[in-house]
């Protein structure tokens, strides 16, 4: 007998908080993100696939075609081509492409520029079936979102 | 009483028809109610507000093909779902809704209805054991074990409840307790006596969420260890008679709560009595339901009987003979 009756006071007492628990979350607001119709802000250290920075006067890529990137990659997914212009002081890009299919965003590209040139992108609506989207041209891309 | 042709008609329109939106929309609230508890919107696509939903969910079982699997016994198995689904509709042919609204005001009416909850489970017996699978035989074994332990307990408080009111006819029952929820069977402090009947209450409450196979007592359908017990082998229309049977047998137990315990159709302050506050109180006591699904998880088999044996039948029967002691000596 001893317990018996502490067995069904506790355990009552128990399944009232359960009860209190519950129903305080069913007036709570609910977090659902309704993804396709909302979409989410990604965290500032997200890790998408690398883009080019735009200078903030000319909306030209900040990159100066120092190919510090490409020595930097592991994967080899970075092959870039810079030359020098009419009346320019420094070089600049002719082409940006990057092969993700071979990316692990180790982020040796991003921690290698001295330009502030390079850095992460928040791009996570990735999925295709085909394997030539995911060789990106970067300024292209640069030139698209200006 | 009349005879009227009409009143058979009518009746079995409006209990098809009540039966039929309870059965497609209890689904809906419960998924509603379960996802606001895990702060989910719950079914938000079909419709606004996922009202469509029940309609969907029906044309696609619907228009699913009812496959009967090899080594069933097929004329058992194809009748179990019907079974499960007639006792819920015919229990309401008794169910007072309010004072004037009631296919048939039967004496022995309580009987009946605990006679046609029993029918209830022979469904999952036979749909189990027709099922020739094992999960099925283990889940239908389990519910009738269930059914037996918490048929007493309920048993004995309602015998509790009719004699106080001296009376098996619900709708006497609930007549009983007009006036205001002074009056009612659950906080019946006429006189001093009777102020434990909310113990009472409590068990009966447990009993009919274990008698309608429900969460935290779902032992038959316990999908985590059994699949989904007795309607393992079930698909299409007939997984849906026996998803409509479980939640018609949830509003059953609800009505009758409502009816031995809560006043019935009466206004917890004594005016305005009526079907409104009737269908107030079952939807309150289904939600009750739901809301003890999402909070509590699965017991296990011992624990469950051990409540039934050890705490519900000992108080229920000292219930029932203090209820007697009351009556007789004062």
């Known amino acids: 007998m001893s317990g018996y009756w502490s067995d069904i006071l506790v355990g009552s007492k128990s399944l009232l908080t359960g009860m209190m628990i519950t129903a305080r979350e069913f007036f709570r607001p609910v977090v659902t993100e309704n993804y396709p119709y909302e979409v989410p802000v990604m965290t500032e250290r997200f890790r998408g696939h690398i883009e080019l920075i735009p200078n903030e006067e000319s909306g030209k890529p900040n990159c100066i075609a120092c190919m510090a990137c490409q020595r930097a990659c592991p994967s080899d997914c970075i092959s870039l081509k810079g030359s020098k212009k009419e009346g320019d002081k420094k070089k600049s890009l002719d082409s940006y492409i990057l092969d993700f299919t071979k990316c692990s965003l180790c982020g040796s590209c991003v921690e290698s520029c001295n330009f502030n040139a390079l850095r992460f992108s928040k791009e996570y609506n990735l999925a295709s079936f085909n394997k030539d989207d995911f060789i990106i041209d970067l300024l292209k891309r640069l030139e698209d979102q200006n | ?330």
């Open chain 2, 1 to 330: 009483m009349e005879t009227s042709i009409w009143r058979p008609i009518i009746y079995l329109v409006g209990i098809m028809a009540f039966a039929g939106v309870n059965a497609a929309y209890l689904g809906w609230c419960e998924r509603k109610g379960a996802g606001r508890i895990q702060r989910r919107p719950g079914p938000k696509e079909v419709g606004p507000a996922g009202l469509l939903q029940p309609l969907a969910d029906g044309i696609k079982l619907m228009t699913k093909q009812l496959l009967v699997p090899q080594g069933v016994d097929g004329i058992i198995f194809r009748v179990a779902p019907v079974i499960a689904m007639i006792p819920a509709i015919t229990s309401m042919v008794v169910i007072p809704f309010s004072g004037n609204i009631q296919a048939r005001a039967m004496e022995l009416s309580v009987l009946l209805l605990f006679a046609l909850a029993s029918l209830a489970m022979i469904a999952i017996l036979l749909g189990g054991w027709a099922s020739g699978n094992k999960y099925a035989i283990i889940s239908s074994a389990r519910a009738v074990s269930q059914n037996l332990a918490y048929e007493i307990p309920m048993l004995l408080t309602v015998i509790a409840i009719v004699m106080i009111s001296g009376s098996m006819n619900l709708r006497d029952i609930a007549i009983d307790q007009q006036g205001g929820f002074w009056h009612w069977n659950i906080f019946r402090f006429e006189n001093g006596h009777f102020l434990y009947m909310w113990v009472g209450f409590i068990i009966f409450f447990i009993c009919s969420i274990a008698e309608t196979n429900r969460a935290p007592f779902d032992m038959a359908e316990a999908e985590s260890e059994l699949v989904a017990g007795f309607m393992t082998e079930y698909s299409s229309m007939g997984f849906g008679l026996f998803m409509m049977g479980e939640y018609l047998n949830i509003v059953v137990g609800a009505c009758l709560t409502a009816t031995l315990f809560l006043g019935g159709w009466d206004c917890p302050f004594g005016q305005t009595p009526g079907v409104w506050w009737f269908l107030l109180k079952i939807y309150i006591l289904i939600f009750t339901v739901i809301w003890v699904r999402w909070t509590f998880p699965r017991t296990q088999v011992y624990r469950l009987l051990n409540l039934s044996w050890k705490i519900l039948i000992p108080f229920s029967l000292v219930n029932v003979l203090v209820t007697a002691a009351f009556i007789k000596v004062f």
